[in-house]
């Protein structure tokens, strides 16, 4: 692989670590739940979002200058985009909180963002697999594991937002968490959506 390619791949190690970090911090701030800090919250969780961001801006930079590329341009844009979507997508869940001026947590919410903890860290552990993925032995087995990640959110959205339904007296109270809960699907599937556009360029290279 030539000297230059490696950018590609450290740079998608790298938003890897952003997705990590924003998840891990909504973890932190669900289990320590604090409404009167929702806006510094907020900020912090913006500084993962924002990071990601120029770290999408870097590579859009590099494939427009680039002649040639390890693998097609339009795949390693599509694997960029999506992965800037996992941490605009966490950032989106600390907002409901803060839109909807949430008071308590609910406890499947904690439970459900340590699964994203979980994606996230198999999306770091696909990244720092992707530079070889000609030869890696593990790759694929981490996409796997990524699809179950999801599937395992998928039975706790269901069982959550019906819990919702049934638990709830307050209609706004109930709207707020319909669109929290559904905030985190989203997230589980960028996760997935990720994994799965890896396994696809590996398919088409190898």
Not at 75 to 103: A, H, N, R, T, W
Not at 169 to 196: G, N, T
């Amino acid at each position: 692989m030539a000297k230059g390619d490696k950018f590609y791949f450290e740079n998608y190690v790298a938003c890897a670590a952003l997705a990590r970090n924003a998840a891990a911090y909504l973890v932190e701030c669900l289990e320590q739940y604090d409404p009167a800090q929702l806006e510094s919250m907020l900020e912090k969780m913006h500084t993962f979002e924002h990071s990601a961001d120029l770290k999408k801006h870097e590579m859009n930079e590099a494939l427009a200058k680039a002649f040639v590329t390890p693998v097609d341009r339009e795949d390693l844009d599509l694997l960029s985009q999506q992965m800037d979507g996992v941490p605009d997508l966490l950032e989106e869940v600390m907002q409901k909180l803060y839109i909807f001026d949430v008071q308590t947590i609910e406890p499947n919410a904690v439970e459900y963002a340590k699964h994203l903890v979980k994606a996230c860290d198999l999306l770091g552990e696909i990244m720092e697999e992707f530079e070889n993925f000609k030869k890696s032995k593990k790759l694929h087995s981490l996409i796997v594991a990524c699809n179950d990640v999801e599937e395992a959110c998928d039975k706790l959205y269901l069982s959550s937002v019906r819990s919702i339904t049934k638990g709830k007296a307050d209609a706004f109270e109930k709207i707020a968490w319909y669109k929290i809960y559904d905030c985190l699907e989203a997230c589980a599937d960028a996760c997935e959506h990720v994994s799965e556009c890896v396994g696809s360029i590996i398919m088409k290279n190898t």
